[in-house]
Structure formats: C-alpha cells, structure tokens
C-alpha cells in the first residue's frame, strides 16, 4: 500500500560563512494514514526542521540538500512556492508550540479562521462562518457563535491552542504536524489538548506527526516513535516496543532518566551533551557519550538496522549482539 | 523533626493600579478612586522540617513562585509571619537581616537571565563569599570556590570563563554553585530545571540530592512537573489560585489525592506507556487572581461542588494519613 507521507534520505543544510551545517542528515521515515507518529529528541537534535523541511517551511540561510518528500505520491519538495501554497494549510497542516505567538492579536478568531478557508477555497461568508463554529464545537469551545467575533487575548492559552488546533482541522487535511504542541502549557491543558488530538485524528483519520522533548506524552499518544538525535534518526519502532524494550543506548538513557522509572533513587544520566553542529564526531553522533563504544563507531556511521523487535536501530553494538 | 521553617497565615498581594489617574473610574456619574490588586498568596500555613524536600506544585500563575520569594525575602508579606529556626524573620530587614542571608538560598529557574553576563564564573561565585565573610583572605576564598566547583562538576580550569561560554546545564551548576558557596541551610530552587533537557534536568536533580545528602540541605522546591517533584520531594503541597489545598508525604499524595484539585492535576500526568484519555477533565479555567470567587477558590471547577463551598471558604483539615486538606467536601466526608 501506499504511504500517505514517505520522507526519502532527507538532509537539511544551513549555509553560512564559515561553511555548511547540516541539521538534518539523510532522514527516512514512512506515515499511513490515520497514523501517529512521535519525533522525539533534545533541543537541537533537529525535530523541529525536519517537521518544517515537510511542508517546505525552512526559510534561508537553510535548504533542503537532498532526499524526497513525497505526499501522496507527489515529490512535494521540489513544488514550486505557488504549488506548495496549496499543500500547505490545507492538505498538511501545521500547529505550533506558542498559542499567543500563532494567532494574531488584532484580527478575531473568526476572521483568522474564515481567511484559512477563503485561501483554499471558493466559498461563501455564510458558509465558511458554518464551517469555522462546526469545526470550533469538534474543538470543545462553547458558545463557537458568539467566540469567532471575539479576539484571542479574551481566551485562556488552552482554549487559544484549541483554536489553533480547530484552524488547522478547518480543511480536512490528510496530515497534521505539531510542533511542541503543548509545551507553553500546563499539565492539566496539555491533557485536554493530547486528549482533544487523539480523538480527531482517530475520528477523522488523519495522519499525526507529534514532535516533541516529552517522551511520557509521545507513549500515550503516539503508535509509532522516531527518536532523534543530532540530526539523525538513531531509533525508530512501534510505541510500546521502544518504551518497554529500547535497543539505541541514547533511548535508553533517555528513558532512564525520566524520574518516574526510578523513584527515590539517583536518576540514571547520560554524561555529555548534545555534540554542536559545527564540530559532529566522525563516526555515530552518540558515541562521545556512549558507555558501549568500540573503534567501529569513532570512525564509521552506524546505518539504520532492522531489529527483532521490529524496529530499527543506528548502533553497531545491537548488531553484533544480534549476530 | 523540628521546623526549620514556619510560614504562618501570609498574604501576598501586588497593588498593579499604576498611577492615580489610573485609577480613577466613572462609576454611576461619580468619580472613585479603584485600585487593583493582585492576590498572589493567600493565608498560606506551612511548615519546613529540618533536612525534607518539600515541593510546591501547581499551574503557572498559582502563586508557587512568589510564596518561594516571600519566603527567602525577596517580597515583603502584606500579613502573616514568617519564622526560620523559632526567630520571625520577615520583619528583619537590612543589616540584621545578613546572618538570615547566608543561611538562605535561592537557585532560579532561567540558568541564562540568573548570572551576571558581564562577571567571569570566578566573580559570580566570589561576591556573595567575600560580602558574608570579609575576614577571609585571598586564598581562602579561591580555595572554596574551588571545593564547590568541584562538588558541583564544573571545571575548575573554567574559572575565568564567562555564563555564554557555558550550556545551560552547566550554568544550572553555576547558580547551583553560587547557592552552596555560602554553606547555607535551606535552599529555595524556583523551578531550577524548567529550562534544561530530559538528560541535563537529570544531572542537576542528582546533583542537588548529592548536595542534600552531604551538607544536609533543606529544600523548598518550587516545579510544575509533577513527575520530578515524586521522585524529589518528602512532602508535597498543592497551590490553586494563592491558596493551599492539600499539604502531605509526598508518597501518600501520589498514591492517595485528597484534594479534588489534586486529583485532576495528578490524572493529568502523562504516563509512559500510559493510555491517553483517562484525564479527569476540569470544566472552565482558572479565574483571575485579581477577584477571587467567594468561598473555595477551586469551586467553579470542582465537580463536588455546593453551596457551602460557594459561600464559606474551608479551613484546613488534618486526616488520619496525616495529610493536609483544604476542603468542604472531604471534611463533610462527602467526597
């Protein structure tokens, strides 16, 4: 069957004076319809351009330097800015981390939200403001009659990013991405808001892309989980295979050092940070923090291998274990 | 176990009216003065024990950072005492308040806006030591500088390193190190790991209990994530809009909520591997601080909800568990 999204061996640079850096390397990943996938890594590890690489949103000095995208079918990397103004917003949707920093102050909801249906569409006011208060009362906003003509400083953040949440669902699109969708917001609205996701795209079965730092909110939302780090994809598999049974050593420190699996004890650290972009080891990006390291990963990149599991893992200690 | 702490019946509120003419409002043809006040804290009770962690959670704008800063000083309660080691220390001001000071720290949240841009690691972790003890020389000082550096994991060698030359992690070991450089008591951390990563916030929690069990620390520790306050915290108390609900052992809390709020806030935890969908969901949002509601401030909220908890605001009740609890409900045992 064909995939709704397939990303082929994608790469992002960025251009700058003292040379190229590459945020995103040679990234491939698959989404069905109806779908959830979780990109999850540390600030920096480029969830965030791959998410905006997607939908052609990586603005200069950044470009895309290889690899495809395709969107049902088409190479939608390579559309033009007019043709990919038709993708975006209307068959991809995109929400953001910040509410407040989404909407615009000075236009109502309902302006802000009838402008997104007129930009796709050839259509009434009188049947976009229909659309705009169906697509508001799917969201949970009461009395969606009376709140388009109200401004978005008179909502609360978690109403505000159900807003958001309701302009992206306006045209019916095939995918959405959300970028730290709730990571402005507190834990009671992140809540309501994952609840609110999980329910839409189950009924409305549509593809999610969640992109976020949280694994705890990634395993309750999401079927499928990609785990990145310092541009590539190290570890990717079903949800509950990769919570339960992680096989990259950098998931696995990940997951150990979330406080809940080991109350009362010293958490379990990764040692190190992140490698800057300007100076990546040769080999595995890991491998200056990795406890297992051999000769192999300080002078090769490991490739994505299929574990039994039925994920896929960039380590070559798995693979030697494995054989 | 003694109270190190005790923080009696305090009110803190911000007068936000600006200026006269701001204040001035046409009401019913006559001209009134109105002012406008922001009631952060409200009748908060509570006591910290000699060597705990107690954690003070809730939802941005419950009034959990302020009470941290009326606590250590920074704010001056508008009523209530506030008592460390049996003295009442919030009258105390200015000279006579120096020997509170050293025994009182504070680490921030924000690792970037908390240290001096402008002053080499050396001078930041300096001028607190050398203000406190003008007697040490030098050498004295370099060499504590040094041991608390060292006990905190930053390298020695990055002494005449400026805060940008750092990541966020080791500038949360910065003001981490400028807190202990002291050899304080109590700690008061204001969501010291907020602005770090899964892997770093870990490395700083540890650090803080290795500096808890070694000097034998007290801890306020003020977050929002509730899954790092479990793991960090001997007792956990519940902030809702200024007011206390729930004060109680922090594992006792977790497996046990009292407090309506509480266990909307607890079932909101994501779980890994956890199912999403199990949320309580509170109906309406958290009112303004500016006009509380009458009665229980959760009362808009609260699906147990009557006419006395719209009328009469509850006092405290003490459980057999020996958990804290604020509300009509559970003191009726209707709940």
Redesign the interface.
């Known amino acids: 069957m064909e995939h709704l999204l397939d990303i082929k061996n994608l790469s992002v640079e960025f251009a700058l004076r003292t040379g190229n850096l590459c945020a995103v390397r040679d990234v491939s990943l698959s989404l069905d319809s109806g779908e959830r996938l979780g990109l999850v890594g540390?600030?920096g590890a480029g969830k965030s351009v791959l998410g905006f690489s997607i939908i052609n949103l990586i603005s200069k000095p950044g470009f895309i330097s290889g690899g495809e995208v395709i969107f049902k079918g088409d190479d939608i990397s390579k559309y033009s800015y007019e043709k990919m103004r038709r993708i975006r917003g209307n068959r991809i949707s995109m929400i953001f981390q910040d509410p407040m920093m989404t909407l615009n102050p000075v236009l109502t909801v309902g302006t802000q939200m009838k402008e997104t249906l007129k930009a796709h569409m050839k259509i009434s006011d009188k049947e976009a403001t229909e659309i705009c208060i169906d697509k508001l009362k799917k969201v949970y906003i009461p009395s969606p009659e009376k709140r388009l003509e109200q401004y978005p400083h008179e909502f609360?953040g978690?109403?505000r990013q159900r807003i958001v949440v309701a302009i992206s669902l306006l045209t019916n699109p095939n995918l959405i991405i959300a970028d730290e969708p709730t990571t402005a917001l507190?834990?009671?609205i992140?809540?309501?808001i994952?609840?609110l996701l999980?329910?839409l795209c189950e009924t409305e079965n549509m593809g999610l892309i969640l992109i976020t730092?949280?694994?705890?909110?990634v395993?309750?939302?999401t079927q499928r989980i990609a785990v990145l780090y310092a541009g590539r994809v190290v570890e990717i598999g079903p949800t509950?295979t990769i919570?339960?049974n992680p096989q990259h050593p950098y998931t696995q420190?990940?997951?150990k050092?979330?406080?809940?699996?080991?109350?009362?004890t010293?958490?379990?650290?990764?040692p190190g940070?992140m490698p800057s972009l300007k100076d990546m080891p040769d080999g595995c990006p890991f491998s200056p923090r990795c406890e297992f390291k051999s000769p192999r990963c300080e002078s090769e990149i490991p490739p994505l291998r299929e574990t039994i599991s039925g994920g896929f893992v960039a380590c070559f200690e798995r693979e030697v274990k494995r054989g | 176990m003694a109270n190190l702490l005790e923080v009696k019946n305090v009110d803190k509120h911000f007068d936000i009216s600006g200026s006269l003419v701001d204040q001035l409002k046409l009401e019913g043809g006559k001209i009134r003065r109105k002012r406008t006040v922001v009631k952060a804290v409200n009748n908060v009770t509570l006591n910290i024990r000699q060597g705990e962690t107690l954690s003070v959670v809730g939802?941005?704008g419950c009034g959990k950072s302020t009470l941290a800063r009326t606590v250590i000083g920074l704010y001056q309660p508008n009523k209530g005492e506030i008592y460390y080691g049996g003295d009442r220390i919030d009258t105390v001001t200015g000279t006579a308040r120096r020997p509170y000071r050293t025994r009182m720290q504070m680490v921030f949240q924000d690792p970037y806006a908390s240290l001096n841009p402008r002053m080499t690691v050396k001078q930041i972790l300096e001028e607190p030591v050398r203000f406190h003890n003008p007697a040490l020389d030098r050498r004295e000082v370099r060499d504590i500088i040094l041991t608390t550096m060292d006990q905190v994991g930053v390298n020695t060698d990055w002494i005449d390193r400026f805060p940008h030359e750092f990541?966020g992690?080791q500038r949360q070991r910065i003001s981490l190190a400028r807190a202990l450089v002291l050899d304080p008591e109590f700690v008061v951390a204001d969501e010291p790991i907020a602005a770090l990563?899964?892997?770093?916030?870990?490395?700083i929690?540890?650090l803080m209990?290795d500096a808890q069990e070694q000097r034998g620390l007290t801890y306020l520790f003020i977050s929002?994530d509730?899954?790092?306050v479990?793991?960090?915290s001997t007792r956990v108390a519940v902030m809702y809009l200024g007011c206390l609900c729930e004060v109680a052992d922090a594992k006792e809390l977790f497996c046990n909520p009292q407090h309506p709020y509480t266990r909307?806030?607890l079932?909101?935890?994501?779980?890994?591997?956890?199912?999403?969908?199990g949320?309580i969901?509170?109906s309406g949002?958290?009112p303004t601080p500016i006009n509380l509601p009458s009665g229980c401030v959760f009362h808009g909220r609260c699906p147990h909800a009557d006419d006395r908890c719209r009328r009469e605001i509850p006092e405290d009740v003490t459980l057999e568990s020996g958990t804290r609890v604020a509300c009509h409900g559970i003191e009726e045992g209707r709940i």
């Open positions: 540390e600030s609360s978690g109403m507190d834990v009671t992140q809540a309501e994952m609840d999980l329910e730092h949280d694994l705890a909110v395993s309750e939302v509950e919570i339960a420190g990940l997951i050092a979330l406080p809940e699996c080991a109350p009362g010293r958490l379990n650290q990764i940070m | 939802e941005s990541s992690g990563d899964v892997s770093i916030q870990a490395q929690l540890n209990m929002h509730l899954s790092v479990e793991h960090i909307a806030l079932s909101a935890i994501p779980r890994l591997g956890g199912k999403a969908g949320h969901r509170l949002d958290v």
